[in-house]
């Protein structure tokens, strides 16, 4: 059998962190106005739960949708609002105007992007897919519209395991992309034949294991909740594998008080919520020459602000359009998703939690 040259994924450089600073007065006023352009427009917050706590309580507070990406699609597909407003990062945007073309999409910024997108150029990946045309493409839904509408099969890390469990027991050998940690977690997990893109997201990918291993011994009550993007060896000390939804789901049912939880901290606003008397650690992401214990946070997420948000519903800009064909081809394959998941109960994968 020939090796396999695979695709070098390239190197990507986070932006600066910047998150939004409000004094109480100036929220407030910001608030009331969104508030009253979503009603003259007819429009819905679809947050994710890596924006801040302003974003999410007020998508909370005005019917709309705080969750991981594939709930924002379920809703957003769902709602009967004429303007989608979509906080979170670019490809939540375009998965929103997949699947409404009929809507009207705004983002506060479309310069909010995300590593993995970035890591999968569309013109590269469709060319490794045309080397290995016997097998079945799956990417995750943090890629490209273009990248979609190259797939068979679109992914969220809570249903990824159960879709590719599913199309091994058919005998397929699978092309994912772009993740390769996660990738590689579903590869263990399904015992799949899985050609892997050797993408990474930059905040899953800094969690240490070794300095895990240290914080689980100075807490030793603690349950450790990782999600599935993070390396190997990190996943290996997890109580609880899973996306941001089922991690917030094993928070607010497992019995200990105290977790450490390996995932973008802006999760902790919701955990915080549904487990009011519990306590929550952000697992290190300090190594060698590191300048803090711990940094994880998106800054693509962060992008999202109040002020931003008031501003795209003032001017009418940042709305995200897709052309044809690649809208028609890719929610094939996040349609595919959808229906999978809508006949599936998908739950934590727990391994010896407390």
Same mark, same amino acid.
């Given at each position: 059998?020939?090796?396999?040259?695979?695709?070098?994924?390239?190197?990507?450089?986070?932006?600066?962190?910047?998150?939004?600073?409000? @004094?109480?007065?100036?929220?407030?006023?910001?608030?009331?106005?969104?508030?009253?352009?979503?009603?003259?427009?007819?429009?819905?917050?679809?947050?994710?739960?890596?924006?801040?706590?302003?974003?999410?309580?007020?998508?909370?507070?005005?019917?709309?949708?705080?969750?991981?990406?594939?709930?924002?699609?379920?809703?957003?597909?769902?709602?009967?609002?004429?303007?989608?407003?979509?906080?979170?990062?670019?490809?939540?945007?375009?998965?929103?105007?997949?699947?409404?073309?009929?809507?009207?999409?705004?983002?506060?910024?479309?310069?909010?992007?995300?590593?993995?997108?970035?890591?999968?150029?569309?013109?590269?990946?469709?060319?490794?897919?045309?080397?290995?045309?016997?097998?079945?493409?799956?990417?995750?839904?943090?890629?490209?519209?273009?990248?979609?509408?190259?797939?068979?099969?679109?992914? $969220?890390?809570? @249903?990824?395991?159960?879709?590719?469990?599913?199309?091994?027991? #058919?005998?397929?050998?699978?092309?994912?992309?772009?993740?390769?940690?996660?990738?590689?977690?579903?590869?263990? @997990?399904?015992?799949?034949?899985?050609?892997?893109?050797?993408?990474?997201?930059?905040?899953?990918? $800094?969690?240490?294991?070794?300095?895990?291993?240290?914080?689980?011994?100075?807490?030793?009550?603690?349950?450790?909740?990782?999600?599935?993007?993070?390396?190997?060896?990190?996943?290996?000390?997890?109580?609880?594998?899973?996306?941001? @939804?089922?991690?917030?789901?094993?928070? #607010?049912?497992?019995?200990?008080?105290?977790?450490?939880?390996?995932?973008?901290?802006?999760?902790?606003?919701?955990?915080?919520?549904?487990?009011?008397?519990?306590?929550?650690?952000?697992?290190?992401?300090?190594?060698?020459?590191? $300048?803090?214990?711990?940094?994880?946070?998106?800054?693509?997420?962060?992008?999202?602000?109040?002020?931003?948000?008031? #501003?795209?519903?003032?001017?009418?800009?940042?709305?995200?359009?897709?052309?044809?064909?690649?809208?028609?081809?890719?929610?094939?394959?996040?349609?595919?998703?959808?229906?999978?998941?809508?006949?599936?109960?998908?739950?934590?994968?727990?391994?010896?939690?407390?």
């Amino acid at each position: 059998m020939p090796l396999i040259q695979m695709p070098k994924a390239p190197n990507i450089i986070a932006p600066p962190m910047v998150e939004e600073q409000l @004094t109480d007065s100036v929220r407030a006023t910001l608030i009331a106005r969104i508030k009253q352009l979503m009603l003259q427009q007819n429009a819905v917050l679809v947050a994710h739960y890596y924006t801040s706590a302003d974003i999410q309580d007020l998508a909370e507070e005005t019917g709309g949708c705080v969750s991981d990406s594939l709930e924002m699609a379920r809703f957003g597909h769902a709602h009967a609002a004429r303007t989608l407003i979509v906080a979170g990062v670019k490809f939540m945007g375009e998965t929103a105007k997949i699947l409404n073309p009929e809507k009207r999409v705004l983002m506060p910024d479309l310069q909010a992007n995300c590593s993995l997108d970035l890591a999968c150029p569309a013109d590269e990946f469709s060319a490794f897919c045309d080397q290995h045309p016997e097998r079945v493409v799956v990417v995750y839904a943090n890629t490209s519209a273009a990248v979609k509408a190259r797939a068979d099969w679109v992914v $969220t890390s809570g @249903t990824a395991v159960k879709i590719v469990e599913h199309l091994h027991k #058919q005998g397929k050998k699978i092309l994912w992309a772009p993740d390769k940690y996660l990738g590689d977690y579903v590869q263990k @997990t399904t015992g799949a034949d899985m050609l892997l893109w050797q993408g990474a997201c930059v905040v899953h990918e $800094t969690f240490k294991a070794e300095a895990l291993q240290k914080m689980k011994l100075a807490y030793p009550d603690a349950a450790v909740l990782v999600h599935p993007e993070s390396p190997a060896a990190v996943i290996a000390l997890a109580d609880v594998v899973g996306s941001t @939804t089922q991690l917030i789901r094993a928070a #607010q049912t497992l019995p200990n008080q105290t977790f450490i939880v390996a995932t973008d901290n802006g999760i902790f606003h919701k955990m915080q919520a549904v487990a009011p008397g519990k306590t929550f650690l952000e697992a290190p992401t300090a190594g060698t020459g590191a $300048t803090c214990i711990s940094c994880a946070h998106c800054p693509w997420m962060a992008m999202n602000g109040l002020q931003k948000l008031a #501003q795209v519903l003032e001017s009418g800009d940042n709305e995200i359009h897709i052309t044809e064909p690649v809208r028609s081809r890719a929610v094939r394959s996040i349609q595919r998703m959808l229906d999978f998941a809508a006949e599936q109960q998908i739950a934590p994968r727990m391994r010896g939690a407390a």
